[in-house]
């Protein structure tokens, strides 16, 4: 049995077919009927992939495989069983012999206040779809206010996208994001691109951390344009 069916669970499952084919039942417990290719997230973001380009089918590609979509809520090493919950079933209980542990991670959310409460993690399909929506929906709701400084502030915050975490994810989402909606903007008739402001933060002093100071430096195109990174 294997738990998880991302990128670990997925290629550890494709190995135990090729040594055991047949001789054993094989059985992929995971959230979600698909294997998800995450590095393709910032696409379905901007719209440039649909959510099912980024979506493999597990009974697709793992013939042979018992597949059952559910949660694990425990597991018990001594008795060998696990607890699923499954979305229609409820809590079901299910033996193992072998048993490979590859759940993933997910999104940090450090100490940060505010962060629980009003960010949105970049780790699933419905997160990467509902990003899309929410940022059409601020410049909707940007372009419908009436004019008058007494709207500027709404219209600011509307227009004001931050992200938390500069490394490889955070700091090519941005990229990404910034790129589609530069081009999009123009299509809501009062919004300018300029106005849109995007804010990248990190404690670590400068964007991409893992990359070293040449290419996390400011370059002469992004040091002046719409964006800015904090740090702290
Ligand atoms: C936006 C984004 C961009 C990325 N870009 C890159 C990149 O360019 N290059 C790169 O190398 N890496 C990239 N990564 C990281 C890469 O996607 C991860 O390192 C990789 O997905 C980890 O694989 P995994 O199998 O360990 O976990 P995951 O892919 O997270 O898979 C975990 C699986 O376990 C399942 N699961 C979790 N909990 C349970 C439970 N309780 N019960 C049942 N099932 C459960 C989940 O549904 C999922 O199927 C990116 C990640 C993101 C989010």
Redesign the pocket.
Known sequence: MV?????????AMRRLQKLLGGKAELVL????D?????????EV?NGVLEPRDIAVPYRQALRGVRVLV????QLDLAAHTIG??CPEEGQVDLRWDRLVI??????RQFDIPGLHEHAH????LRE?TYLRDHIIAQLDHADALPDGPENDDERRRRLTIVAVGAG??GT??VAQLQFWVSRVTGRWGRLDPSQVRWVLVDVAPQVLPELGSRLGAPSADSAGGGSRFGSG
């Open positions: 738990i998880g069916g991302g990128f670990a669970g997925f290629y417990v995971t959230a979600s698909y294997l998800l290719y995450a590095p393709l997230l910032p973001a559910g949660r694990v809520r699923l919950d590859a759940p993933g991670s997910v999104t993690g970049m780790k699933t990467a490889y994810t090519e989402l």
